[in-house]
């Protein structure tokens, strides 16, 4: 029954539907990630604008991280308590150029640890590398699929179902961070949407350019996975609490 003036029907007020949608099927506090391998957080901005809060883990450093952040070793890190971890070990030991150079061996393979450490958690995890690297099954991101002006393909094998169909690549017309004349951090920071993370400094600098800034993921990348994985814990969530909701409303 509504007692006030309402411009709607009976049936479509609040009271003919029950209590507000939210109460049965959002969650009771905010979804935790943890960004693992955070630098100065590409992943996890979008994390954040998928609706995580956000805290991240980074063996240098990282005083542009725009959350909260603890320096340590990724491999070392207490999951427990966390909705999702997100993982982007580092890509030096499988890109092209460390290959051409003969100096993989140099540089520690952690994806295979990580994906240990992440199966025996057994929560929701998202990791994310270079073409090339040991990830298995993974979906390949680029930043065309988002109407970025910047191709950099990202690969992501995750302990759920990722999304398969992603419009292809459409290279027209991009910014290319890494060939030809007139590039500059700033034209890379407005391609790929990472305009906190400054041009100097970081963990590790290359031409000039922070390496920060060319380690950055798209945030567009993981603000879509993301939003894939809390669809997924909401509708876990729906399932467990749907039931005492109802015999809420019969009270
Ligand atoms: C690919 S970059 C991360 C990029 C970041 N996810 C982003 O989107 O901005 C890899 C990061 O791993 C960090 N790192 C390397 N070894 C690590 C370890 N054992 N534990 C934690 N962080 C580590 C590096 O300092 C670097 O910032
Ligand atoms: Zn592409």
Redesign the pocket.
Do not use: H, K, M
């Given at each position: 029954m509504t007692n006030g003036v309402t411009m709607l029907d009976d049936a479509n007020t609040a009271e003919a539907v029950g209590p507000p949608l939210e109460r049965e099927v959002m969650p009771r506090r905010a979804w935790r990630c943890l960004?693992?391998?955070?630098?100065?957080?590409?992943?996890?901005m979008g994390l954040h604008r998928a609706g995580f809060q956000v805290a991240g883990?980074?063996?240098?450093p990282?005083p542009h991280y725009p959350f909260t952040f603890r320096q340590?070793?990724?491999?070392d890190a207490d999951l427990s308590g966390f909705d999702l971890v997100w993982a982007?070990?580092?890509?030096q030991a499988y890109t092209e150029m460390q290959r051409m150079h003969k100096n993989s061996a140099a540089h520690k393979d952690?994806v295979a640890p990580m994906r240990a450490k992440l199966q025996a958690w057994g929560g929701l995890w998202i990791m994310?590398n270079v073409a090339g690297s040991p990830l298995r099954e993974s979906l390949m991101l680029c930043g065309s699929m988002f109407g970025l002006r910047i191709a950099k393909h990202r690969f992501f094998e995750a302990s759920f179902e990722l999304p398969m169909l992603m419009p292809p690549c459409d290279h027209r017309d991009l910014y290319d961070p890494w060939h030809g004349a007139g590039r500059t951090a700033d034209k890379l920071r407005e391609a790929q949407g990472t305009p906190w993370i400054p041009h100097q400094g970081g963990?590790?600098r290359r031409r000039g350019i922070t390496g920060?800034t060319f380690?950055?993921?798209p945030p567009a990348y993981?603000e879509f996975l993301g939003r894939h994985a809390i669809a997924l814990l909401a509708r876990h969530n729906v399932e467990v609490t749907c039931p005492q909701g109802r015999e809420e409303n019969h009270e």
């Open positions: 960004d693992l391998f955070c630098g100065a957080g590409g992943a996890g883990v980074d063996i240098n990282q340590g070793d990724a491999l982007s070990p580092p890509c952690l994310e963990a590790s920060d380690n950055a993921i993981s």
